[in-house]
Nanobody, 125 residues
Framework: QLQLVESGGGLVQPGGSLRLSCAVS????????IGWFRQAPGKEHEGVSC????????DYADSVKGRFTIDTDNAKNTVYLQMNSLKPEDTAVYYC??????????????????WGQGTQVTVSS
């Protein structure tokens, strides 16, 4: 059974940075694709990014392109989401999820079989 645990969330001022981690256990990371999603209060899940852990290219939502970077450390079975130039509208609970491959759109949730419990990111002055 694959398990995912997010960490690294917190409170940050606008323009600041955070690095989220998604620790994967129960399987070898390189067999999977890992996606990041977020959910703001009263809104639907929004796809943020996805990467195939065995070296595929990453995909990003337009709202985070140029500010967020996803990468993997297969030796640590961990995927990271580096978030720079954070804005108040980035405030949300951030989740990582595992699939066999990145879907054609970052917003597609149906292909993800395993989800973490989320980590809160709050961007506020």
């Amino acid at each position: 059974q694959l398990q995912l645990v997010e960490s690294g969330g917190g409170l940050v001022q606008p323009g600041g940075s955070l690095r989220l981690s998604c620790a994967v256990s129960g399987s070898t990371l390189e067999y999977h694709a890992i996606g990041w999603f977020r959910q703001a209060p009263g809104k639907e899940h929004e796809g943020v990014s996805c990467i195939k852990a065995n070296g595929g290219s990453a995909d990003y939502a337009d709202s985070v392109k140029g500010r967020f970077t996803i990468d993997t450390d297969n030796a640590k079975n961990t995927v990271y989401l580096q978030m720079n130039s954070l804005k108040p509208e980035d405030t949300a609970v951030y989740y990582c999820a595992a699939a066999w491959g990145c879907p054609t759109g970052v917003d597609v949730k149906s292909e993800y079989d395993y989800w973490g419990q989320g980590t809160q990111v709050t961007v506020s002055s």
